[in-house]
Protein backbone atom coordinates (compact mmCIF):
# COMPACT_ATOMS: atom_id res chain seq x y z
CA UNK A 1 0.00 0.00 0.00
CA UNK A 2 1.40 3.04 -1.57
CA UNK A 3 1.64 5.67 1.91
CA UNK A 4 -0.24 9.00 1.81
CA UNK A 5 1.40 12.67 1.32
CA UNK A 6 0.04 15.61 2.36
CA UNK A 7 -0.59 18.27 0.42
CA UNK A 8 -1.60 21.14 2.55
CA UNK A 9 -2.78 23.29 -0.22
CA UNK A 10 -4.96 20.74 -0.88
CA UNK A 11 -6.95 20.67 2.14
CA UNK A 12 -6.93 24.53 2.79
CA UNK A 13 -10.77 24.81 2.16
CA UNK A 14 -12.94 23.16 4.07
CA UNK A 15 -16.03 21.28 2.14
CA UNK A 16 -19.21 19.52 3.37
CA UNK A 17 -18.94 15.63 4.55
CA UNK A 18 -21.53 15.46 1.24
CA UNK A 19 -24.29 12.95 3.81
CA UNK A 20 -26.55 14.89 0.75
CA UNK A 21 -26.57 16.65 -2.20
CA UNK A 22 -27.47 19.75 -2.05
CA UNK A 23 -26.36 19.95 0.93
CA UNK A 24 -28.27 21.31 4.12
CA UNK A 25 -26.57 24.49 3.37
CA UNK A 26 -28.54 25.04 0.61
CA UNK A 27 -32.12 24.35 2.90
CA UNK A 28 -34.72 27.05 2.05
CA UNK A 29 -37.90 28.27 3.42
CA UNK A 30 -39.22 28.01 0.47
CA UNK A 31 -39.48 24.24 0.20
CA UNK A 32 -42.00 22.45 2.72
CA UNK A 33 -44.73 21.02 3.57
CA UNK A 34 -46.84 20.95 0.69
CA UNK A 35 -43.67 19.48 -1.15
CA UNK A 36 -43.68 16.84 1.52
CA UNK A 37 -47.24 16.09 1.31
CA UNK A 38 -46.65 15.49 -2.39
CA UNK A 39 -43.78 13.22 -2.06
CA UNK A 40 -45.31 10.80 0.07
CA UNK A 41 -48.58 10.69 -1.79
CA UNK A 42 -46.66 9.77 -4.64
CA UNK A 43 -44.96 6.88 -2.86
CA UNK A 44 -46.04 3.41 -4.90
CA UNK A 45 -47.72 0.78 -3.33
CA UNK A 46 -44.92 -1.54 -3.38
CA UNK A 47 -42.28 1.20 -2.61
CA UNK A 48 -39.18 0.26 -0.57
CA UNK A 49 -39.02 2.86 2.82
CA UNK A 50 -36.30 3.40 5.39
CA UNK A 51 -37.12 5.08 8.72
CA UNK A 52 -35.16 7.15 10.85
CA UNK A 53 -36.49 8.51 14.12
CA UNK A 54 -34.76 10.89 15.96
CA UNK A 55 -34.46 11.51 19.78
CA UNK A 56 -32.80 15.09 20.37
CA UNK A 57 -31.92 13.95 24.06
CA UNK A 58 -28.91 12.93 26.33
CA UNK A 59 -28.42 12.34 29.64
CA UNK A 60 -25.01 13.99 29.36
CA UNK A 61 -24.21 16.65 26.72
CA UNK A 62 -20.81 16.59 25.17
CA UNK A 63 -18.63 19.58 24.06
CA UNK A 64 -17.69 18.42 20.91
CA UNK A 65 -21.20 17.58 19.74
CA UNK A 66 -23.00 19.17 17.03
CA UNK A 67 -25.80 16.76 16.91
CA UNK A 68 -29.79 18.59 17.56
CA UNK A 69 -29.96 17.38 21.30
CA UNK A 70 -30.88 18.77 24.74
CA UNK A 71 -30.15 17.72 27.98
CA UNK A 72 -32.37 14.61 29.27
CA UNK A 73 -33.17 16.13 32.62
CA UNK A 74 -37.30 16.58 32.62
CA UNK A 75 -39.46 13.66 32.58
CA UNK A 76 -42.14 15.51 31.23
CA UNK A 77 -40.04 16.91 28.71
CA UNK A 78 -39.26 13.41 27.15
CA UNK A 79 -43.02 12.44 27.75
CA UNK A 80 -44.38 15.07 25.52
CA UNK A 81 -42.16 15.15 22.87
CA UNK A 82 -42.44 11.01 22.57
CA UNK A 83 -46.40 11.81 22.14
CA UNK A 84 -45.31 14.81 19.74
CA UNK A 85 -43.35 12.25 17.69
CA UNK A 86 -46.28 9.26 17.99
CA UNK A 87 -48.68 11.59 16.79
CA UNK A 88 -46.51 12.64 13.84
CA UNK A 89 -46.40 9.01 12.89
CA UNK A 90 -49.55 8.59 13.10
CA UNK A 91 -49.84 11.75 10.56
CA UNK A 92 -47.22 10.09 7.65
CA UNK A 93 -49.24 6.67 8.07
CA UNK A 94 -52.26 8.49 7.35
CA UNK A 95 -50.69 10.41 4.24
CA UNK A 96 -49.60 6.79 3.40
CA UNK A 97 -52.40 5.19 3.34
CA UNK A 98 -51.13 1.89 3.42
CA UNK A 99 -48.64 2.67 0.42
CA UNK A 100 -45.01 1.74 1.12
CA UNK A 101 -43.08 -1.38 2.68
CA UNK A 102 -41.24 -0.13 5.21
CA UNK A 103 -37.38 -2.20 5.29
CA UNK A 104 -35.43 -0.82 7.76
CA UNK A 105 -35.96 1.64 11.08
CA UNK A 106 -33.30 3.25 12.48
CA UNK A 107 -32.91 5.12 15.76
CA UNK A 108 -30.47 8.41 16.18
CA UNK A 109 -30.21 11.61 18.33
CA UNK A 110 -29.02 12.75 20.73
CA UNK A 111 -29.49 8.85 22.52
CA UNK A 112 -32.33 7.10 21.99
CA UNK A 113 -31.46 5.31 25.18
CA UNK A 114 -31.86 8.70 26.82
CA UNK A 115 -35.75 7.91 27.12
CA UNK A 116 -37.02 5.04 29.41
CA UNK A 117 -37.12 1.10 27.63
CA UNK A 118 -40.61 0.44 28.28
CA UNK A 119 -41.14 4.34 26.28
CA UNK A 120 -38.65 2.58 23.51
CA UNK A 121 -40.57 -0.03 23.52
CA UNK A 122 -44.11 1.72 23.06
CA UNK A 123 -42.55 4.03 20.30
CA UNK A 124 -41.21 0.64 18.32
CA UNK A 125 -44.93 -0.95 18.86
CA UNK A 126 -46.59 2.07 17.40
CA UNK A 127 -43.57 2.38 14.59
CA UNK A 128 -44.53 -1.36 13.80
CA UNK A 129 -48.16 -1.09 13.85
CA UNK A 130 -48.65 2.28 11.48
CA UNK A 131 -45.97 1.15 9.01
CA UNK A 132 -46.61 -2.68 9.07
CA UNK A 133 -43.12 -2.71 9.95
CA UNK A 134 -42.85 -6.05 11.48
CA UNK A 135 -40.33 -7.48 10.04
CA UNK A 136 -37.52 -4.62 8.96
CA UNK A 137 -34.38 -4.33 10.31
CA UNK A 138 -33.83 -2.36 13.57
CA UNK A 139 -30.30 -0.23 13.94
CA UNK A 140 -29.78 2.22 17.19
CA UNK A 141 -27.40 4.72 18.65
CA UNK A 142 -26.16 4.43 21.76
CA UNK A 143 -24.76 6.37 24.77
CA UNK A 144 -22.80 3.50 26.74
CA UNK A 145 -22.40 5.57 29.50
CA UNK A 146 -26.58 5.68 30.25
CA UNK A 147 -26.84 2.12 29.15
CA UNK A 148 -28.66 -0.10 31.61
CA UNK A 149 -29.69 -3.75 31.90
CA UNK A 150 -33.65 -2.79 31.26
CA UNK A 151 -32.28 -1.54 28.25
CA UNK A 152 -30.09 -4.56 27.34
CA UNK A 153 -33.45 -6.62 27.80
CA UNK A 154 -35.52 -3.99 25.53
CA UNK A 155 -32.98 -4.41 22.95
CA UNK A 156 -33.00 -8.01 23.05
CA UNK A 157 -36.63 -8.03 23.10
CA UNK A 158 -36.47 -5.73 19.63
CA UNK A 159 -34.83 -8.18 18.19
CA UNK A 160 -31.94 -5.05 17.19
CA UNK A 161 -29.45 -6.46 14.83
CA UNK A 162 -27.09 -3.35 14.76
CA UNK A 163 -26.32 -0.94 16.86
CA UNK A 164 -23.70 2.08 16.90
CA UNK A 165 -21.38 2.89 20.54
CA UNK A 166 -20.41 6.76 21.11
CA UNK A 167 -16.97 5.87 22.16
CA UNK A 168 -15.13 8.52 20.55
CA UNK A 169 -11.80 8.23 22.31
CA UNK A 170 -10.32 6.03 25.13
CA UNK A 171 -7.99 7.82 26.65
CA UNK A 172 -8.96 9.35 30.06
CA UNK A 173 -7.12 12.80 29.72
CA UNK A 174 -9.16 13.52 25.68
CA UNK A 175 -12.49 12.17 27.68
CA UNK A 176 -11.95 15.09 30.11
CA UNK A 177 -10.86 17.54 27.49
CA UNK A 178 -13.98 16.85 25.06
CA UNK A 179 -16.10 16.50 28.20
CA UNK A 180 -16.96 13.04 27.81
CA UNK A 181 -15.80 10.78 30.49
CA UNK A 182 -16.41 6.58 30.18
CA UNK A 183 -13.71 3.96 31.17
CA UNK A 184 -12.49 1.63 28.95
CA UNK A 185 -14.36 -1.12 31.83
CA UNK A 186 -18.03 0.08 30.81
CA UNK A 187 -17.23 0.32 26.81
CA UNK A 188 -16.27 -3.65 27.40
CA UNK A 189 -19.05 -4.60 29.66
CA UNK A 190 -21.52 -2.58 26.98
CA UNK A 191 -19.66 -4.85 24.41
CA UNK A 192 -20.33 -7.87 26.18
CA UNK A 193 -24.08 -7.18 27.03
CA UNK A 194 -25.02 -6.23 23.62
CA UNK A 195 -23.49 -9.14 22.03
CA UNK A 196 -25.53 -11.69 24.67
CA UNK A 197 -28.52 -9.30 23.62
CA UNK A 198 -28.32 -10.09 20.02
CA UNK A 199 -26.34 -7.56 18.67
CA UNK A 200 -24.44 -9.10 15.41
CA UNK A 201 -23.36 -5.82 13.55
CA UNK A 202 -21.22 -3.47 16.05
CA UNK A 203 -20.19 0.33 15.06
CA UNK A 204 -17.97 2.07 16.98
CA UNK A 205 -17.89 5.41 16.66
CA UNK A 206 -14.25 7.13 17.58
CA UNK A 207 -12.08 10.50 16.41
CA UNK A 208 -9.19 11.92 15.97
CA UNK A 209 -8.10 15.95 16.01
CA UNK A 210 -9.22 16.07 19.41
CA UNK A 211 -7.49 18.13 22.41
CA UNK A 212 -4.97 16.44 23.93
CA UNK A 213 -4.68 13.84 21.31
CA UNK A 214 -1.65 12.56 19.94
CA UNK A 215 -0.51 9.42 17.67
CA UNK A 216 0.03 8.16 20.80
CA UNK A 217 -3.18 8.64 21.77
CA UNK A 218 -5.18 7.85 19.06
CA UNK A 219 -3.00 4.59 18.73
CA UNK A 220 -3.63 3.01 22.01
CA UNK A 221 -7.89 3.99 21.58
CA UNK A 222 -7.71 1.97 18.34
CA UNK A 223 -5.66 -0.83 19.96
CA UNK A 224 -7.94 -1.35 22.57
CA UNK A 225 -10.79 -0.87 19.89
CA UNK A 226 -9.74 -3.75 17.93
CA UNK A 227 -9.48 -5.89 20.69
CA UNK A 228 -12.76 -5.42 21.48
CA UNK A 229 -13.51 -6.19 17.30
CA UNK A 230 -16.78 -4.19 16.31
CA UNK A 231 -17.85 -4.98 12.85
CA UNK A 232 -17.23 -1.42 11.99
CA UNK A 233 -15.71 1.55 12.91
CA UNK A 234 -16.46 4.96 12.06
CA UNK A 235 -13.14 7.27 12.42
CA UNK A 236 -13.89 10.73 11.80
CA UNK A 237 -12.23 13.71 12.04
CA UNK A 238 -13.40 16.45 14.46
CA UNK A 239 -14.81 19.25 13.41
CA UNK A 240 -14.30 22.50 15.59
CA UNK A 241 -16.37 25.75 14.81
CA UNK A 242 -17.23 26.98 18.19
CA UNK A 243 -18.69 30.26 16.60
CA UNK A 244 -21.65 27.97 15.32
CA UNK A 245 -21.91 25.36 17.82
CA UNK A 246 -21.75 27.06 21.83
CA UNK A 247 -20.95 24.26 23.40
CA UNK A 248 -17.49 23.88 22.00
CA UNK A 249 -16.05 27.27 23.44
CA UNK A 250 -15.76 24.71 26.56
CA UNK A 251 -12.75 23.04 24.37
CA UNK A 252 -9.24 24.61 24.84
CA UNK A 253 -8.67 25.24 20.90
CA UNK A 254 -5.08 25.73 21.45
CA UNK A 255 -4.93 22.05 22.67
CA UNK A 256 -6.05 20.83 19.33
CA UNK A 257 -3.48 19.29 16.65
CA UNK A 258 -2.57 21.35 13.58
CA UNK A 259 -3.98 20.25 9.84
CA UNK A 260 -0.82 18.14 8.93
CA UNK A 261 -1.34 15.93 12.55
CA UNK A 262 -4.85 15.25 11.92
CA UNK A 263 -3.43 14.08 8.50
CA UNK A 264 -1.23 11.70 10.27
CA UNK A 265 -4.02 11.14 12.61
CA UNK A 266 -5.85 10.05 10.05
CA UNK A 267 -3.47 7.81 8.17
CA UNK A 268 -2.56 6.26 11.20
CA UNK A 269 -6.10 4.93 12.31
CA UNK A 270 -6.65 3.64 8.30
CA UNK A 271 -2.94 1.75 8.39
CA UNK A 272 -3.80 0.12 11.51
CA UNK A 273 -7.32 -0.79 11.21
CA UNK A 274 -6.38 -2.29 7.68
CA UNK A 275 -3.59 -4.27 9.11
CA UNK A 276 -6.10 -5.88 11.67
CA UNK A 277 -8.67 -7.00 8.76
CA UNK A 278 -10.61 -4.37 8.24
CA UNK A 279 -11.49 -3.33 4.92
CA UNK A 280 -11.76 0.64 4.62
CA UNK A 281 -15.28 2.22 3.58
CA UNK A 282 -15.17 4.99 1.80
CA UNK A 283 -12.89 7.80 3.63
CA UNK A 284 -13.55 7.47 7.07
CA UNK A 285 -15.35 3.94 7.29
CA UNK A 286 -14.11 0.57 7.91
CA UNK A 287 -15.64 -3.12 8.51
CA UNK A 288 -14.76 -6.34 8.47
CA UNK A 289 -14.87 -8.35 5.01
CA UNK A 290 -18.25 -10.26 6.23
CA UNK A 291 -20.26 -7.34 7.30
CA UNK A 292 -22.77 -6.24 5.07
CA UNK A 293 -21.80 -2.39 4.74
CA UNK A 294 -18.15 -4.46 3.54
CA UNK A 295 -19.92 -6.08 1.22
CA UNK A 296 -22.09 -3.69 -0.20
CA UNK A 297 -18.75 -1.98 -0.78
CA UNK A 298 -17.52 -5.07 -2.94
CA UNK A 299 -20.20 -5.05 -4.87
CA UNK A 300 -20.32 -1.71 -5.66
CA UNK A 301 -23.84 -1.07 -3.85
CA UNK A 302 -22.48 1.18 -1.29
CA UNK A 303 -24.64 4.33 -0.86
CA UNK A 304 -24.04 7.52 1.09
CA UNK A 305 -27.02 9.07 2.96
CA UNK A 306 -27.34 11.47 6.38
CA UNK A 307 -26.89 8.45 8.60
CA UNK A 308 -23.17 8.13 6.89
CA UNK A 309 -22.03 5.30 4.61
CA UNK A 310 -24.67 2.32 4.33
CA UNK A 311 -25.99 -0.48 2.45
CA UNK A 312 -29.19 0.17 2.75
CA UNK A 313 -30.83 0.39 -0.94
CA UNK A 314 -34.13 2.44 -0.41
CA UNK A 315 -34.77 5.54 -2.11
CA UNK A 316 -36.61 6.49 -0.05
CA UNK A 317 -35.98 8.26 3.66
CA UNK A 318 -38.40 9.26 6.12
CA UNK A 319 -37.30 11.07 9.06
CA UNK A 320 -39.44 11.42 11.52
CA UNK A 321 -38.84 13.73 14.91
CA UNK A 322 -37.40 17.50 15.39
CA UNK A 323 -35.06 17.96 13.26
CA UNK A 324 -35.12 14.81 11.29
CA UNK A 325 -34.44 14.80 7.74
CA UNK A 326 -36.68 13.17 4.73
CA UNK A 327 -34.76 12.28 1.41
CA UNK A 328 -36.42 11.55 -2.03
CA UNK A 329 -34.76 11.22 -5.44
CA UNK A 330 -36.46 14.45 -6.47
CA UNK A 331 -36.59 15.96 -2.42
CA UNK A 332 -34.87 16.76 0.66
CA UNK A 333 -36.62 18.45 3.32
CA UNK A 334 -36.43 18.57 7.25
CA UNK A 335 -38.40 18.82 9.87
CA UNK A 336 -38.55 21.66 12.60
CA UNK A 337 -35.66 21.85 14.69
CA UNK A 338 -36.97 23.59 18.16
CA UNK A 339 -38.71 21.14 19.79
CA UNK A 340 -41.39 23.58 20.65
CA UNK A 341 -42.34 24.49 17.13
CA UNK A 342 -42.56 20.74 16.13
CA UNK A 343 -45.13 20.27 19.29
CA UNK A 344 -47.04 22.84 17.90
CA UNK A 345 -47.09 22.18 14.41
CA UNK A 346 -47.63 18.49 14.83
CA UNK A 347 -50.28 19.16 16.89
CA UNK A 348 -52.32 20.88 14.96
CA UNK A 349 -52.26 18.21 12.62
CA UNK A 350 -50.02 19.84 10.09
CA UNK A 351 -46.43 17.67 9.14
CA UNK A 352 -43.67 19.42 11.00
CA UNK A 353 -41.28 20.32 7.76
CA UNK A 354 -39.55 23.36 8.02
CA UNK A 355 -37.32 23.78 4.67
CA UNK A 356 -35.19 21.48 2.45
CA UNK A 357 -34.51 21.52 -1.30
CA UNK A 358 -35.69 20.18 -4.17
CA UNK A 359 -33.23 18.51 -6.41
CA UNK A 360 -33.09 19.31 -10.00
CA UNK A 361 -31.96 16.71 -12.89
CA UNK A 362 -28.55 18.27 -12.42
CA UNK A 363 -28.57 18.34 -8.92
CA UNK A 364 -28.72 14.55 -9.31
CA UNK A 365 -26.76 14.32 -11.88
CA UNK A 366 -23.89 15.77 -9.88
CA UNK A 367 -25.07 14.42 -6.83
CA UNK A 368 -24.38 10.35 -8.12
CA UNK A 369 -20.75 11.61 -8.70
CA UNK A 370 -20.36 12.71 -5.94
CA UNK A 371 -21.70 9.78 -3.87
CA UNK A 372 -19.91 7.34 -6.31
CA UNK A 373 -16.20 9.38 -5.56
CA UNK A 374 -16.93 9.17 -1.63
CA UNK A 375 -18.39 5.74 -2.00
CA UNK A 376 -16.43 3.75 -4.52
CA UNK A 377 -13.64 5.91 -5.45
CA UNK A 378 -14.62 5.87 -9.13
CA UNK A 379 -16.95 8.07 -11.29
CA UNK A 380 -18.42 8.47 -14.82
CA UNK A 381 -17.92 12.29 -15.52
CA UNK A 382 -20.39 11.99 -18.63
CA UNK A 383 -20.90 15.73 -19.96
CA UNK A 384 -19.15 17.47 -16.35
CA UNK A 385 -15.85 15.95 -17.99
CA UNK A 386 -15.14 19.08 -19.83
CA UNK A 387 -12.04 21.57 -19.92
CA UNK A 388 -13.40 23.84 -17.09
CA UNK A 389 -13.32 20.64 -15.17
CA UNK A 390 -10.16 19.14 -16.29
CA UNK A 391 -8.84 22.71 -15.23
CA UNK A 392 -10.18 22.13 -11.64
CA UNK A 393 -8.94 18.47 -11.00
CA UNK A 394 -5.30 19.07 -12.81
CA UNK A 395 -3.87 19.90 -8.96
CA UNK A 396 -5.02 16.23 -8.04
CA UNK A 397 -3.89 14.71 -11.87
CA UNK A 398 -0.41 16.13 -11.65
CA UNK A 399 0.02 14.88 -8.15
CA UNK A 400 -1.73 11.05 -8.93
CA UNK A 401 -4.06 11.61 -6.18
CA UNK A 402 -6.58 11.04 -9.19
CA UNK A 403 -6.61 9.46 -12.97
CA UNK A 404 -8.91 10.18 -15.81
CA UNK A 405 -9.42 6.88 -17.84
CA UNK A 406 -11.65 9.06 -20.71
CA UNK A 407 -14.52 9.92 -18.71
CA UNK A 408 -13.53 7.39 -15.73
CA UNK A 409 -12.34 9.83 -12.67
CA UNK A 410 -10.35 7.26 -10.06
CA UNK A 411 -9.09 7.96 -6.92
CA UNK A 412 -6.06 5.42 -5.78
CA UNK A 413 -6.12 4.33 -2.35
CA UNK A 414 -3.39 7.33 -1.28
CA UNK A 415 -5.74 9.46 -2.94
CA UNK A 416 -8.08 8.52 -0.22
CA UNK A 417 -7.73 11.76 2.50
CA UNK A 418 -8.52 14.34 -0.60
CA UNK A 419 -11.99 12.20 -1.83
CA UNK A 420 -13.85 15.21 -0.01
CA UNK A 421 -11.77 17.77 -1.57
CA UNK A 422 -12.10 16.38 -4.94
CA UNK A 423 -15.90 15.48 -5.12
CA UNK A 424 -16.51 19.19 -3.83
CA UNK A 425 -14.98 20.55 -6.94
CA UNK A 426 -18.36 18.79 -8.60
CA UNK A 427 -20.38 21.06 -6.17
CA UNK A 428 -22.14 23.63 -7.97
CA UNK A 429 -23.13 25.54 -4.91
CA UNK A 430 -20.51 25.44 -2.80
CA UNK A 431 -18.91 28.85 -2.72
CA UNK A 432 -15.13 29.36 -0.58
CA UNK A 433 -16.34 29.77 3.34
CA UNK A 434 -14.18 28.52 5.78
CA UNK A 435 -16.19 28.78 8.45
CA UNK A 436 -18.93 27.54 7.17
CA UNK A 437 -17.75 23.78 6.75
CA UNK A 438 -15.35 21.41 8.51
CA UNK A 439 -11.86 20.45 7.57
CA UNK A 440 -11.13 18.03 4.57
CA UNK A 441 -9.30 15.58 6.46
Not at 57 to 78: D, K, M, V
Not at 335 to 345: C, P, Q, T
Request: with cysteine.
Amino acid sequence: MTGWTYHPELLATPVPRYTSYPTAAEFSPAVGRSDMEAALDGIALDQQLSLYVHIPYCHEICWYCGCNTGAANRTQRLATYLETLEAEIGLVSKRLAGRGKVRRISFGGGSPNAIAPDQFAKLLTSLRWAFDAHDALLSIELDPRSLSDPWFDAIAAASIERASLGVQTLEPAVQRAIGRLQPFRLIETCVEKLRRAGVRSLNFDLMYGLPHQGLDELERTLHATIALRPERIALFGYAHVPHLIARQRQIDGSALPDAEQRFGQAELGHRLLVAAGYEPIGFDHFALPDDPIAIAAEEGRLKRNFQGFTDDQAEVLIGLGASAISQFPHLIVQNEKNAGRYKVRVSSGLLPTDCGVVRTEEDRRRGRIIEQLLCSGKAELGGLCDQHMLERLRPFLDRGLATLEGRRLRLPDFGRPYARAIASLFDSYRQPASRRFSSAI
